[in-house]
């Protein structure tokens, strides 16, 4: 009879008890250990017992480090401890010139950095006077009853201040472009010759017109090419504040001035009573290291300098009026992204029409402040209350500096009412 299964088990009996034993004396000697930790060791989170190396920054003396209150310190680190600030500088790719900032990823488009990019310098061949005004009023051709009114699109260099000057996209040399006037139920013919690198239209914002004619790219009409022309007609068939702008790659081309007023008179009048009309037309720019880019809202784009009529406190307008004189102000949301709560000082005033629709006399409200956004219009009448210097300004603080610096006690989105 043979014993090889019985001695077979002996032994696996044997394997299984020396295991039992090594996991036993295993666990033993690390409880030994954790006790040993806990009666002799420093766990305190202490830049006392920490290598000089260890965290570059931190102050040992007062065992503070930037960002942290450690041991109850809270005494930030020394500005020489600091480490310099990066600077960041405009870039190229592929030839375009990006912004400082801008994240870009491996899957953005060419066209989509083409948006982005700044105003190609090399293809400007106009600079308007340091003290061109925009807004000028456009006058008309007559021809067989119809007001022809010609509107040339390029690239200038405008001045926005004495001393900064921006690459735009302009209606007739000017930002924003002239300012059409006409009146309710006129046949206007609007020719646009594109002197842009680019495609372009030209869409009336508001206006109640043939589909045709509504100027958005590739929706209603093809893209009036590079040297190319395109001629808009149609009967204006509503009164109040209206304006145009670029229909094609919109982010850019109005965002970089491509817009103006379009005023039209009612037949009869339906508005209260006023002394003055102003026209205040807002915009945003982005300016880096002498290169103009499209203002938006996202990184390396974001702007830095604000315009009402092409210009920037202290060089916009100063409107002059006497005590007890109404001003009817219009607000045209002709800027792209940003949301501007307008103000008055000396007094509130009186909404009177919005988006160009008459507002009925027992809706009207007054106020102090108006958020006009991107495509609103509103017209207000303020009254010359008291003599003195009136401001008229974005009560975002930073839309009222100029590259986040004051100057003369105001900037950007800032008008003087000068009153006597």
Not at 76 to 99: D, H, I
Not at 111 to 118: F, Y
Request: hydrophobic share 40%; aromatic share 8%.
């Amino acid at each position: 009879m043979s014993m090889k299964p019985k001695v077979t088990r002996t032994l696996r009996k044997a394997k299984l008890l020396q295991i039992f034993a090594v996991m036993l004396l295993t666990l033993l000697a690390l409880a030994i250990g954790v006790l040993i930790a806990a009666f002799y060791g420093n766990f305190s989170m202490s830049s006392k017992n920490m290598p000089q190396t260890a965290m570059p920054g931190m102050n040992r003396s007062n065992g503070s480090m930037p960002g942290m209150d450690m041991n109850g310190a809270s005494a930030p680190a020394p500005v020489v401890s600091l480490p310099a600030a990066p600077m960041s500088s405009v870039s190229q790719m592929n030839g375009l010139v990006m912004p400082p900032g801008m994240i870009m990823t491996t899957n953005t488009s060419m066209e989509a950095m083409a948006d982005m990019a700044a105003v190609d310098l090399t293809k400007i061949a106009y600079t308007a006077p340091a003290d061109a005004r925009g807004d000028q009023v456009l006058e008309p051709k007559l021809e067989n009853g119809v007001k022809v009114f010609n509107l040339d699109v390029s690239l200038i260099k405008w001045n926005i201040l004495p001393g900064t000057q921006v690459a735009a996209y302009a209606f007739n040399r000017q930002v924003p472009g002239p300012r059409i006037q006409v009146t309710e139920g006129d046949r206007i013919r609007m020719i646009v010759k594109n002197n842009l690198p680019e495609p372009t239209t030209v869409h009336w914002h508001g206006m109640i017109v043939p589909n045709d004619m509504d100027g958005p790219a590739d929706v209603t009409q093809k893209s009036i090419a590079p040297g190319e022309s395109y001629t808009y007609e149609f009967t204006v068939k509503q009164s109040g504040t209206y304006f145009y702008h670029s229909h094609k790659d919109v982010d850019r081309q109005q965002t970089l001035g491509m817009y103006g007023a379009l005023i039209i008179e009612p037949k009869k009048a339906n508005t209260p009573a006023f002394d003055q009309d102003v026209t205040v037309q807002l915009q945003e720019w982005t300016v880096k290291q002498g290169y103009t880019f499209p203002s938006m809202p996202m990184e390396g784009l974001l702007p830095n300098f604000f315009t009402i009529n092409g210009k920037a406190y202290p060089s916009t307008e100063t409107v002059n009026a006497k005590v007890g004189e109404k001003i009817r102000f219009r607000f045209i949301g002709s800027n792209n992204a940003f949301i501007h709560p307008m103000h008055i000082h000396g007094g509130p005033f009186r909404i009177v029409a919005t988006d160009g629709n008459p507002v009925p006399v027992a809706a009207q409200i007054e106020k102090d402040t108006i958020n006009v956004a991107p495509g609103e219009r509103y017209d207000v009448i303020w009254t010359g209350r008291e003599k003195g210097k009136w401001l008229l300004h974005c009560h975002i603080a930073h839309h009222a500096t100029n590259d986040n610096v004051e100057m003369q006690g105001a900037g950007g989105l800032t008008m003087l009412i000068n009153v006597t």
